[in-house]
């Protein structure tokens, strides 16, 4: 079994900043990209920034410049840090792994519960 718990949502006022984070556990061989997702009632999940296992990330348009995720690879855990957030940035985060629990098994994707961020003006 493997578990993702995030943590650091809230509620902040507009331009104002929150610190998300997730950390993987249980039964882990490797974790590939991790990334954050988020969704508003009747829409659909959509992405937010992914990191891969390289470092390597990529971001939504509509938060770039804004947020910065970063991973630590030995904690399995991946961060999210958004400034100058906006009440369009409203939304349940959801974070976003792709583990294999055993080396000969395939990459499977796992999310987190979600924790809420909202963003007054």
């Known amino acids: 079994q493997v578990q993702l718990v995030e943590s650091g949502g809230g509620l902040v006022q507009a331009g104002g900043s929150l610190r998300l984070s997730c950390a993987a556990s249980?039964?882990?061989?490797?974790?590939?990209?991790m990334g954050w997702f988020r969704q508003t009632p009747g829409k659909q999940r959509e992405l937010v920034a992914t990191?891969?296992?390289?470092?390597?990330?990529n971001y939504a348009n509509s938060v770039k410049g804004r947020f910065t995720i970063s991973r630590d690879n030995a904690k399995n855990t991946v961060y999210l840090q958004m400034n100058s957030l906006k009440p369009e940035d409203t939304a349940v985060y959801y974070c976003?792994?792709?583990?294999?629990?055993?080396?000969?098994?395939?990459?499977?994707?796992?999310w987190g519960q979600g924790t809420q961020v909202t963003v007054s003006s």
């Open positions: 976003n792994a792709q583990v294999r629990v055993r080396p000969w098994t395939t990459w499977s994707d796992y």
């Open positions: 990191v891969t296992s390289a470092d390597s990330t």
């Open positions: 249980g039964s882990i061989f490797g974790v590939n990209t």
